[in-house]
DNA sequence: AGATGTCTACGAAAACTTTCGTAGATCTCC
DNA sequence: GGAGATCTACGAAAGTTTTCGTAGACATCT
């Protein structure tokens, strides 16, 4: 038997999630008024979309008034912290503290956040 | 025009293109040599891949002894870079503090690494 | 030189993702 | 009840990624 590897949602597919998880809960209708300005696919494609996830576990369905509403199935903070351990795997060695040392160093982060995410660790390490 | 989005390298392209950041440079054999126990790709498969990575600019070519060598053209640290960006607009709406948060929440960090990270923040905060 | 092995190029099959159109179902408003 | 709009299901075209096989080039050994 193959080990399956632990696949993530595919861009489009998150794309979408992104926007039932903070509606809470959507039609495709809603879904595809969310779009970013500029980003237009068909109602039927968001449809497909949408169907496909929930076939992949990560959407459920219910019959709302006319129409079906999706709703997550799964956390978006299970989903980030899954895709977060998918980069530290596949790019950092397994190494978490690799990861944020990258993104210290690539990236600008305001002092509130440096201050917030120094807060976090100490608690972490003094508990 | 449709607006070309940032690529990341797909999952196989990665995979192949680590190991060459690993070795430095490598040919085909040496590339397929070094794949993960029981992960088993054809020889032309790997050959295709490294240049699909060579069309794509992520590696370059020169003759070696008797056969080509693949090398890096981009540094894995940039391309770390590029990828956590990528993840933190895609999912954390922009915030790279979100992210560690997440990071911190969702994964088993050792005193070391927490202590680690906490000195290159205070580095940062207190130039 | 000829047989054998290794290497690269090329193309294309297979698999997956993204996008769409059509057809049938259901609702809504005269 | 019928015209028109909206919704879902289905399938499939178009695009991309992954994998492989074949063929030609080049070397090596005998």
Redesign the pocket.
């Known amino acids: 038997m193959q080990k399956k590897r632990e ?1 993530l949602l ?4 998150l794309e979408l999630m992104c926007i039932v998880w903070r509606l809470g809960q959507a ?3 809603e879904v595809r008024e969310n779009l970013p300005e500029g980003r ?6 968001v ?3 949408l ?2 996830l929930e076939e992949k576990g990560a959407l459920g369905s219910k019959k709302g008034e ?3 509403l999706y709703y997550p199935r799964i956390a978006k903070e299970d989903y980030e912290s899954r895709a977060l351990r998918h980069v530290t795997q596949g790019l950092f060695d397994g190494n978490p503290g690799s990861l944020v040392m990258r993104l210290l160093d690539g990236t600008d982060l305001s002092r509130e956040d440096l201050a917030e995410i120094r807060k976090t660790i100490e608690a972490r390490l003094d508990p």
Chains 1, 2 share one sequence.
């Open positions: 696949r595919t861009e489009t597919e039609t495709v209708r237009d696919i068909t109602y039927t494609s449809a497909k979309i169907s496909i006319k129409t079906y």
